[in-house]
């Protein structure tokens, strides 16, 4: 695969050739997802239970549940953490304080319109519960994949001032095919670099499997 997650500048093509999502996948999300094994070392990969899904995929989306959002409209679109809507695995490496986590999702709206969604909140203020956090999207080319829809974004989240201040940073891949959406996320805290071999290797990996479904 080429190296979508290392690219250096933005893209308004942000989506691969395609009309859109009209299909469905019959496999459950469940069968699809990667497996524990399919993580390299040092991750140590764990598949999320149902009750857990929802609060890790509001960590990706950079905006808490129930936070107010300026611009108004920029909150991300409602989600099913249905049994056959969202399922997810998070590896996790621990020395460097990193996760890489993938999601499957049931999506009937095209990926272009959720690409759309992003490109008009580039730089999002959120606010729940007196503390303010600021998320910046960088859209950037997207990955080369057999999918109807690709979409490859940089995002960080910062909160606090001075000495507490946080800054979480994102690279995360997404595919759609047919009805499933396909996710990678890398996450860390800090200026480090991301892992981009081991989040290209495993988001191919879930791309394939959804495709061979």
């Not at 699809?32 to 990706?60: C, G, K, R």
């Not at 495993?202 to 499997?209: D, G, M």
């Amino acid at each position: 695969m080429a190296g979508p997650a290392s690219a250096s500048g933005p893209s308004s093509a942000a989506a691969t050739d395609g009309s859109g999502e009209s299909g469905r996948v019959e496999a459950s999300l469940e069968s699809m997802l990667l497996t524990p094994e399919d993580f390299p070392a040092p991750y140590q990969a764990i598949v999320l239970p149902p009750h857990a899904v929802s609060q890790a995929a509001a960590d990706l989306d950079g905006i808490p549940p129930g936070a107010k959002v300026d611009p108004p409209g920029c909150k991300p679109p409602t989600q099913d953490y249905g049994p056959d809507a969202t399922a997810m695995i998070v590896g996790t490496d621990n020395a460097n304080r990193s996760t890489i986590s993938v999601e499957l999702m049931r999506s009937d709206s095209p990926l272009d319109k959720r690409i759309g969604e992003i490109e008009r909140c580039l730089e999002v203020t959120t606010t729940k519960d007196g503390a303010e956090a600021v998320v910046r999207t960088e859209i950037l080319p997207p990955p080369p994949l057999n999918a109807d829809r690709t979409l490859a974004m940089r995002q960080t989240v910062t909160s606090g001032q001075g000495p507490g201040k946080v800054t979480q940073s994102m690279l995360t891949l997404v595919a759609q095919i047919d009805d499933v959406r396909v996710s990678a996320t890398y996450m860390s805290f800090g200026d480090g670099k991301p892992d981009t071999v081991v989040l290209d290797q495993v988001f191919t990996e879930a791309v394939q499997r959804v495709n061979a479904a």
